[in-house]
């Protein structure tokens, strides 16, 4: 499976099974979370077999069950970060994808104490939110979308551009809250922008990751 075939079977997945993740897998993983870091200054991390960050004795969090491998997206305080980690926290999606594996995003359902006590992170570090991985128990289930008028604007919009838009439309957003928009500035510029929204600056850089595999990142440049 390659990436773009990645994006159309990737849904969230909240229940897993008890099967650890294979070495093979695990190294693929560890290579693009280290080139991505290197690339972005970022310092996400990959946790496996860590039970707490989902569960206590006392508190079962939201609807997520057996989550035992997640991605830490970790970084500095710049005001980019979230943005940043939002880019390289879906490139490690799809990867997963491709991989066999299932994931979800999280922004509230988990222990951030847990998470910066299983990773020792100090106070500078700043945790953005976290994505579980594994076998889940299901594939999920594909969930409504806005049209692509309602996130684009553009006249004439070439092939790659479209390509690019109902790329990002497969995107995970929180809440499934799709706000972004994509504008067709000239022949060959894009500017993404978030139009708001709770986590919006992370769903900004998940969206430009989907809108680059989409589109095909040789036939355009973002414009800011
Ligand atoms: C930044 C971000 C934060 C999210 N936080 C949570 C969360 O705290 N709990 C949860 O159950 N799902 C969370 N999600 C998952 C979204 O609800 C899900 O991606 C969205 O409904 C779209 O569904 P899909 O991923 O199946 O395409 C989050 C997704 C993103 C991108």
Redesign the pocket.
Known sequence: MDLLQAMRA???V?AYEDKPVPPAVRAALEEEIAACNARFGLRMRLVTEEPNAFGSFLVHY???KGVRNYLALVGDDAADVNERA?YCGERVVLLAQALGLNS???????SKRAVRRALGLNKGEKLV?VIALGYGKTQ????RSKPAEKVMRAENPPAWFLAGVEAAL???????QQKFLFTLVGERGVRAECTGG??GK??LG?VRCHFELGAGAENFDWVR
């Open positions: 990737r849904h969230s909240r939201g609807k997520f939002g979800c995003w999280v922004a509230l359902t988990f939110c999920g289930v594909p969930r497969l995107a995970p957003t929180a809440v499934n709770f986590y992370v769903d998940i």
